[in-house]
């Protein structure tokens, strides 16, 4: 039975962590091209329309590999995940629901207009679109975030006399705090998402010396939006989100901190490797005191550790979560540092120029991957040992007669499947990025960039 378990959390992570690589870009690039598309309207330069459109196109690639790889997911609750889905169906399934009826629907139809209606719409109905592409997918994300909430910080149900869930109170679904604060943290980490991939398209313009106008629309926009998306990232929404776990999710956030034994003024561990037989951390560089502060805002407060849990309820991979979280903060850093550096030079008119600079922002442009693959590995194994904390355990929720064979067939068909898919990705992108934004409407430029190149 555990080696069943254990595969059927394996599939589900490597479909949702592969899922997610596209999702978190459309949805980051959806602000990104509304504000284009008013830049054009507020200045009447073309280059803005064709940025808009560019990216547009980058966007619908996106989006279609994630409906592709989405699908999958929702098959596994009912077939790995049976057990779940019944208990939880009756309030896990409204957000979901109205996810796919509403959010998904809307941002698929007016995409396709944003994407080919545009002489029809006329400039203000081709802005309405795109609005409407981002108000869509914006939805999409936060009746997502709706539902992990819910097993992250269960509220607004009732619990019936068969062991079923349902919900009591819908508007309590979906202000739960945990969910208004996880939202605010996962959409700045899909900004920054978004603003990393533009900037480096836009240095990569530069550095070829093809496209350099629409390179320099792009750093500009990508590094405005960027620095106030990483700064976001980490305070208010990363130190809130931090702050309100520790005080519903304690077991977690010593797990995250490496923290095995209670302490007053603790520290917090800037590099370390947590050694959980002997519940040490090895060769630490820690910062003391700190943890406390971060958390009570005094230096003088106790953090419980795990040592003051039992151990049936610890994280079951507590290095994991360890070393997911201080990778998704020691990026988080990096984003700022990088960001603030290009805004600081942008503002001195010398970042165009600076080829050291661009260099870094094309290399910078995995890293939100990484991050936000690192941020919710820390949220969901830390929930571990529950599927909805305190109530449910992961060992309740999977599905029996699904046995371990089954799961691991069709995991190695979806890594293979996947693997074609992220072939054909890689191969669409840098397709569209070598045709740049100006190759379809004004195919002089994209002569006279070629030839300048």
């Given at each position: ?9 394996i ?64 098959f ?37 207009l ?19 592409v ?16 819910w097993m ?19 508007w ?14 996962n959409?700045?980490?899909?900004v ?6 533009m900037?480096?398209?836009?240095a ?46 304690p077991?977690?956030?010593?797990a ?9 003024g ?43 849990f ?144």
């Open positions: 039975m555990q080696l069943t378990s254990f595969l059927h959390r599939q589900f992570a490597f479909t949702i962590t592969f899922h997610y690589l596209f999702p978190q870009l459309t949805m980051g690039l959806a602000p990104l091209i509304v504000i284009l598309k008013t830049l054009a309207i507020r200045t009447g330069n073309q280059q803005y329309d064709d940025a808009s459109r560019f990216w547009a196109k980058i966007f619908g690639i996106n989006f279609a590999m994630g409906v592709v790889t989405g699908i999958p997911m929702e596994q609750f009912g077939t790995n995940w049976a057990q779940f889905s019944r208990l939880t169906g009756g309030v896990i399934g409204q957000p979901l629901a109205m996810e796919g009826t509403f959010s998904f629907f809307l941002e698929s139809a007016f995409l396709g944003f994407l080919f209606g545009e002489k029809r719409l006329g400039k203000w109905g081709h802005w309405l679109a795109a609005f409407l981002f108000l869509g997918s914006w939805l999409s994300g936060f009746f997502i975030i709706v539902t992990d909430a992250q910080h269960p509220v607004g149900y009732t619990l019936l006399p068969d062991g079923r869930f349902s919900v009591s109170s819908f309590e679904l979906l202000t739960n705090p945990w969910a208004l604060i996880q939202y605010a943290h959409m700045s980490g899909a920054i998402t978004g603003t990393f991939v900037t480096a398209v836009g990569f313009y530069l550095l070829q010396r093809q496209f350099t106008d629409y390179g320099r629309i792009f750093l500009r926009v990508g590094v405005t939006c960027g620095l106030m998306a990483s700064l976001f990232q980490v305070f208010p929404s990363g130190d809130l989100h931090g702050k309100y776990m520790a005080h519903q999710q077991i977690t956030t010593a995250m901190e490496g923290l095995f034994k209670s302490q007053t603790a520290p917090i561990v800037i590099l370390g490797q947590p050694d959980e037989e002997h519940e040490t951390i090895d060769n630490p560089i820690i910062a003391n005191k700190v943890l406390s502060f971060l958390i009570y805002g005094t230096t003088t407060a106790e953090v419980a550790g795990l040592n003051a039992p151990r049936d309820q610890w994280p079951t991979n507590i290095p994991l979560v360890y070393f997911a979280y201080h990778v998704m903060v020691g990026l988080g850093t990096i984003f700022v540092a990088v960001m603030v550096l290009a805004a600081f030079l942008l503002w001195r008119g010398k970042l165009y120029q600076s080829q050291w600079m661009l260099w870094i922002i094309v290399l910078c442009a995995p890293f939100p991957y990484i991050a936000n693959t690192a941020g919710w590995l820390t949220a969901e194994v830390g929930r571990q040992p529950w599927l909805v904390y305190g109530l449910l355990r992961t060992s309740q929720g999977y599905s029996h007669n699904v046995i371990a064979g089954n799961t691991m067939f069709t995991l190695l068909g979806y890594m293979g499947l996947y693997l074609l898919l992220g072939i054909l990705f890689l191969f669409l992108v840098p397709r569209e990025i070598g045709h740049g934004p100006a190759s379809d409407s004004h195919p002089v430029a994209f002569i006279t960039a070629s030839k300048e190149s």
